[in-house]
């Protein structure tokens, strides 16, 4: 079983910068990828980015290419999500989550506001 828990949410104005953090429980963690996605209301959950088992491979959605940055650091067991330039649209929950042996985990999420 993975237990993944974020933090780093918060209000912050356009154009500026977060930083989440999402901490997952296990020795297995550097064995699996790990996404972010987010919910914004009304609309439905999108994956933001993902990266490898190992990091050397991450993917972005078109809207925070350029902007955003997955990471993660297996010594510590967690993956981060560098935010950049953020834009009011930007607004949502956001979520990390895996696949592991066939089930997927999710986080409870943390909520990101971006005020104009």
């Known amino acids: 079983q993975v237990q993944l828990v974020e933090s780093g949410g918060g209000l912050v104005q356009a154009g500026g910068s977060l930083r989440l953090s999402c901490a997952a429980s296990g020795r297995t963690f550097r064995s699996y990828a790990m996404t972010w996605c987010r919910q914004a209301p009304g609309k439905e959950r999108e994956l933001v980015a993902a990266i490898s088992s190992t990091g050397g491979s991450r993917n972005y959605a078109d809207s925070v290419k350029g902007r955003f940055t997955i990471s993660r650091d297996n010594a510590k067991n967690t993956v981060y999500l560098e935010m950049n330039s953020l834009k009011p649209e930007d607004t949502a929950a956001y979520y990390c989550?895996?696949?592991?042996?066939?089930?997927?985990?999710w986080g409870p999420g943390t909520q990101v506001t971006v005020s104009s």
């Open positions: 989550n895996t696949l592991y042996r066939s089930t997927r985990y």
